[in-house]
């Protein structure tokens, strides 16, 4: 199942998901792979070690 990402919530624009392999940890598994990123005002996440995570992260809100 695709976690569907919520739009921006600062100005509503669309939100990607990002994945990196550069910041590797012990024995060489990455340690923040993926951030979600605005492509309209640029607003981000901390880079989260999980999908899930980063998915939960940028969808929350708080009059929700």
Excluded: D, S
Aim: with cysteine; charged share 30%; aromatic share 10%.
């Amino acid at each position: 199942m695709k976690a569907k990402l919520k739009p921006c919530p600062y100005c509503g624009g669309k939100a990607e998901l990002y994945k990196t392999e550069w910041e590797l940890g012990k024995r060489g598994v990455p340690n923040h792979p993926y951030w979600i990123i605005c492509t309209k005002c640029g607003v981000n996440t901390q880079p989260t070690g999980t999908k899930r995570a980063v998915i939960k992260c940028w969808n929350r809100r708080t009059k929700e």
